[in-house]
């Protein structure tokens, strides 16, 4: 067992450190407009109809049930998008209908998630936005637990050339304050927070 430790270790401490500016995936083209994702909360409004009018979260299979309305496929579309097709399939029960959707709470789709794992206090995916940091994903999963080795965090990041791997000082950065290890974080990362070896 201490051997296997030793070499976790070892494997850990030969990772790069992350760079404090890593070069940000460039996302798709045409994905400047947020698409809903499986989990996210909308409001649906229909102008001048209480009844249809309502809050509803997109189910797992990326679909959405309102009055009227069985199974409408949200995911992937924009909220305009998908304002235009509960329009389109309203018509058949109201005349003209107006709708405009508001995503009020968003998971993001699953290449704009940052996941945390391992010895964090809450291991979750987090939707990831511009300028988000080590630092914010940590405060964001209620910090790390008391078996936790902050300082061999891993942050695994997709590359051009498959995943690459970087060693982050989590410990240093919230015990000490060492800003050099609050790395900006790109769509799609993971954070690996190993136990500590005792």
Do not use: H
């Amino acid at each position: 067992m201490a051997l296997l430790g030793a070499l976790v270790a070892a494997a850990c401490s030969s990772l790069p450190e992350a760079p404090i500016e890593p070069e940000l995936v460039d996302p798709p083209a045409g994905s400047a407009a947020y698409r809903i994702a499986a989990g996210d909360d909308l409001q649906i409004f229909v102008w001048q109809d209480r009844d249809l009018s309502l809050k509803v979260r997109v189910r797992p299979d990326g679909r959405i049930s309102m009055p009227l309305l069985a199974d409408v496929e949200a995911a992937g579309k924009t909220p305009a998008e998908l304002g235009r097709e509960l329009e389109r399939r309203l018509a058949e029960f109201v005349q003209r209908p107006l709708v405009t959707v508001v995503v009020t709470d968003f998971s993001g789709p699953l290449e704009q998630q940052i996941r945390v794992v391992g010895e964090a206090v809450k291991p979750q995916s987090l939707p990831w936005r511009p300028g988000m940091t080590v630092l914010d994903a940590v405060i964001a999963v209620g910090g790390l637990t008391a078996f936790a080795d902050g300082n061999r965090t891993v942050l695994v990041r997709r590359g051009p050339e498959g995943p690459q791997r970087y060693r982050v000082r989590v410990a240093d950065l919230l015990r000490e304050g060492d800003m050099a290890a609050n790395v900006k974080l790109a769509p799609g990362d993971v954070l690996v927070v190993p136990e500590a070896i005792f």
